[in-house]
């Protein structure tokens, strides 16, 4: 299957901007494994002087012997073919004159590996730079999938680096507006199943053929050893991780249900101060987040983590309890334990991706979902979405309901005693409702005197793929 570039304004924007600068660039390009970094830089050269190089886990020395014979090929100075460099520094140096005269773009994709290998390698490149290609025309990129490391090592305040860059670009999934480039032959519906399961990760979306049945990609893709997912999750986790063996322990738990810090403490057996440590860890990655009551502070006991990586969600929730049923062969078998639970696990997503469409439609300073005690009782109360403009003291309360012929007046009247429990400018605010679901038996624009908005899921559509003509919240 060939490689798609698709969308990526905004990033080459971006780098454009700062090519087009004058003087050096050293920028620094990362995100996580299979997002679209590589291609978005091949595309940012196209038609520009450049050199791209992958590095290896070799050595040093091979890295550089060979970086040298593509400078040689790609800058046309073949004479280099014949020179035997020690190190980077003797490279750079050579070639400091010829990135004196031109703008020549310079790529070092998956720069970690070369930390990898030497820990010195970002000291070096810092002398490299300071000495040697500060003052010339180089746009300098180094390019890498391990987010922690590049946040660590490359940007990180103790990095010999710190301080140099010129840019830099967290790169991120892509939006669901533009999954139907992947996925042309596919409804809405299940091009929202497809998010659920892979996210907005290029290369993962291009493994589903809109062509056959979402389940029947699901069967052909996770559920039998020889699938493209079925240890994906462990190479993303062993790439980021020395030892994965805890993390995975942590995502475990939070995909089991232990949600809480306590919980997932015992359900590890790890020390609590490590869970601590693992789960910070975890969220600079963007792999976990947690959630608090929206109208709570950020108090640590009243935290729920989730997985946020919706790869990472699915696979924990079905292909790693069932491993051993798919290592056996019984992949039809964990097929029907996915259809027969799907609608409960995409129930959790579809509350995520009404969060989306409700601040597409207006500004809200805050939004969760919202949970705590009946006062002058034992029992507890949810509500799927509550959005708070804390300047103009207005309120939304929003259920997600997925599922079809949705009663929004029978959803409108729980909602509005359970708005009742929520303390928030009580006398000042101003409230409206508003019901996603699959689809309605019944629609309603009010409700006591209160703004209800309905939403199914061909409004979603609209409000998710950027045509929101229309559609506006406004209490």
Not at 26 to 53: A, D, H, M, Q
Not at 396 to 411: G, I, P, Y
């Amino acid at each position: 299957m060939n490689q798609r570039f698709v969308n990526r304004e905004d990033e080459l924007r971006f780098l454009h901007t700062y090519y087009k600068a004058r003087g050096s660039a050293l920028v620094i390009i990362y995100g996580r494994r299979r997002v679209g970094k590589t291609e978005l830089l091949r595309k940012f050269c196209e038609g520009k002087p450049s050199v791209y190089y992958l590095c290896e886990k070799s050595s040093v020395r091979k890295n550089v012997q060979k970086l040298k014979n593509v400078f040689a090929e790609k800058l046309g100075e073949k004479w280099l073919e014949k020179v035997d460099f020690e190190d980077f520094e003797s490279l750079f140096g050579t070639l400091k004159s010829k990135f004196e005269k031109k703008r020549i773009v310079v790529v070092l994709d998956e720069f970690p590996y070369l930390i990898e290998i030497d820990r010195s390698v970002t000291s070096t490149f810092q002398k490299i730079w300071d000495e040697m290609l500060k003052d010339t025309k180089i746009f300098l990129v180094l390019c890498g999938s391990s987010v922690g490391m590049m946040e660590n090592e490359v940007l990180g305040i103790k990095s010999p680096l710190h301080g140099r860059r010129t840019a830099q670009w967290k790169v991120k999934e892509l939006e669901i507006k533009y999954l139907s480039d992947f996925l042309p032959r596919y409804s809405f519906k299940d091009i929202l199943y497809t998010y659920a399961v892979v996210g907005g990760i290029p290369l993962y979306l291009m493994k589903f053929d809109s062509a056959k049945t979402f389940f029947d990609n699901l069967r052909e893709q996770f559920l039998w050893k020889g699938g493209f997912f079925y240890e994906e999750a462990e190479n993303l986790l062993r790439q980021e991780f020395r030892e994965p063996r805890n993390y995975m322990s942590v995502l475990r738990a939070v995909s089991e249900g232990k949600r809480k810090m306590a919980e997932i403490v015992n359900e590890t057996g790890l020390d609590k101060s490590a869970v601590s440590r693992y789960i910070e860890i975890l969220r600079n990655l963007n792999f976990v987040g947690y959630e608090l009551p929206v109208t709570e502070s950020d108090k640590a006991k009243k935290r729920l983590y989730f997985i946020t990586d919706n790869y990472l969600n699915f696979w924990f929730a079905f292909i790693y309890p069932n491993k051993s049923l798919i290592e056996e062969g019984y992949g039809d078998y964990v097929l029907k334990l996915i259809r027969k639970n799907f609608s409960i696990y995409f129930s959790n997503v579809f509350e995520k991706l009404c969060m989306k469409a409700v601040l597409k439609l207006r500004p809200f300073t805050k939004i969760s979902r919202q949970w705590g005690r009946i006062p002058g009782s034992k029992k507890t109360y949810e509500i799927d979405i509550v959005a708070l403009n804390e300047q103009t003291k207005e309120i939304l309360f929003c259920e997600c309901k997925w599922k079809d012929k949705t009663n929004a007046e029978k959803v409108c009247r729980e909602l509005l005693k359970k708005s009742e429990y929520v303390k928030w400018y009580s006398e000042e605010r101003r409230e409206c409702f508003a019901v996603f679901a699959k689809s309605f038996s019944k629609r309603i624009d009010e409700f006591e005197g209160k703004k209800v908005f309905c939403f199914d899921l061909k409004d979603l559509e609209r409000i998710l793929t950027g045509n929101r003509t229309g559609i506006i919240i406004q209490p």
